[in-house]
């Protein structure tokens, strides 16, 4: 009797923390999995594959960490390429972050940060490629971006740069009033400044492809407040739905280009690249 009481107490023992596991989201069966599915399984580094870089790449770049440490080629290919950080872009600066619980507990308190979305999904998003070949083009298309677009409102031109060099000119469209600064929701005007382009994603709208554009600015949300007035939001660079083809400053105050030319953005500009609009 003692013995059959005894497994009985076992029973109830491995029932209960079966029970707390899946009760307690830390320690849930479906929050295990996820943890599983976050390992890298992708190729690592080895010390080899510099011999095997792109043609072209360039290793001339040099990127801060998060302290502001200025990294070469050589420091940061291999945490990069194993998954453990990725490069980005922050208004004119290579930027590394490692894919850390630590770096992403400072990411969250920021509400505003560049390139959130981009250093977000490498984090959420584990490693599974095992094509070295397929990691090092990847890393040198980033290598190759853009780090500098420049609208003219007055001339409706958006200028895409390279370390100083032009390398795209797109004709673009913008707000019903886009002569002056945008201050209030609702005002049609497209704004001036210095910004940066995040969240670069495709729409399931008619409006084809965004990125969004890092207005409002902590000064001007602060002087709207003063004001009193809402300083609108939401504002991005965008394609072209029907219909508006070869109108003219059809927009609420974002950036529109024609969809061919927002593939070729794409293609050039990343998360974090710094945006200057002029009159």
């Given at each position: 009797?003692?013995?059959?009481?005894?497994?009985?107490?076992?029973?109830?023992?491995?029932?209960?923390?079966?029970?707390?596991?899946?009760?307690?989201?830390?320690?849930?069966?479906?929050?295990?999995?996820?943890?599983?599915?976050?390992?890298?399984?992708?190729?690592?580094?080895?010390?080899?594959?510099m011999k095997q870089l792109p043609k072209?790449?360039?290793?001339?770049?040099?990127?801060?960490?998060?302290?502001?440490?200025?990294?070469?080629?050589?420091?940061?290919?291999?945490?990069?390429?194993?998954?453990?950080?990725?490069?980005?872009?922050?208004?004119?600066?290579?930027?590394?972050?490692?894919?850390?619980?630590?770096?992403?507990?400072?990411?969250?308190?920021?509400?505003?940060?560049?390139?959130?979305?981009?250093?977000?999904?490498?984090?959420?998003?584990?490693?599974?490629?095992?094509?070295?070949?397929?990691?090092?083009?990847?890393?040198?298309?980033?290598?190759?971006?853009?780090?500098?677009?420049l609208v003219l409102k007055g001339q409706?031109?958006?200028?895409?740069?390279?370390?100083?060099?032009?390398?795209?000119?797109?004709?673009?469209?913008?707000?019903?009033?886009?002569?002056?600064?945008?201050?209030?929701?609702?005002?049609?005007?497209?704004?001036?400044?210095?910004?940066?382009?995040?969240?670069?994603?495709?729409?399931?709208?008619?409006?084809?492809?965004?990125?969004?554009?890092?207005?409002?600015?902590?000064?001007?949300?602060?002087?709207?407040?003063?004001?009193?007035?809402?300083?609108?939001?939401?504002?991005?660079?965008?394609?072209?739905?029907?219909?508006?083809?070869?109108?003219?400053?059809?927009?609420?105050?974002?950036?529109?280009?024609?969809?061919?030319?927002?593939?070729?953005?794409?293609?050039?500009?990343?998360?974090?690249?710094?945006?200057?609009?002029?009159?």
């Open positions: 009797m003692r013995y059959y009481s005894l497994l009985l107490l076992i029973g109830v023992v491995v029932a209960f923390c079966i029970w707390q596991q899946t009760k307690d989201p830390e320690v849930s069966p479906a929050v295990m999995a996820l943890k599983k599915k976050k390992e890298n399984t992708g190729i690592k580094w080895n010390d080899s594959l072209g790449m360039d290793t001339s770049i040099i990127v801060k960490d998060l302290n502001g440490t200025p990294l070469k080629f050589a420091q940061y290919i291999k945490p990069v390429f194993n998954h453990k950080a990725i490069i980005y872009q922050d208004r004119g600066e290579w930027r590394l972050h490692r894919l850390t619980e630590t770096s992403q507990d400072s990411l969250k308190k920021d509400d505003y940060a560049v390139a959130s979305s981009e250093r977000w999904d490498a984090y959420r998003n584990p490693d599974t490629i095992t094509d070295w070949r397929v990691k090092l083009n990847a890393i040198a298309h980033t290598l190759a971006q853009a780090d500098y677009v409706r031109k958006m200028l895409i740069k390279r370390k100083g060099r032009l390398i795209k000119t797109f004709n673009i469209n913008m707000g019903w009033a886009p002569v002056g600064h945008k201050e209030r929701e609702g005002d049609g005007k497209t704004p001036e400044g210095l910004y940066h382009l995040d969240s670069k994603y495709d729409r399931s709208d008619k409006f084809y492809k965004s990125y969004s554009i890092s207005y409002p600015s902590i000064k001007e949300r602060a002087a709207a407040k003063r004001k009193g007035i809402n300083p609108g939001f939401g504002v991005s660079i965008h394609g072209t739905k029907p219909g508006k083809t070869k109108a003219k400053d059809w927009t609420a105050g974002c950036i529109a280009l024609q969809n061919k030319d927002m593939d070729t953005l794409f293609a050039y500009i990343a998360d974090g690249t710094l945006i200057e609009i002029r009159k």
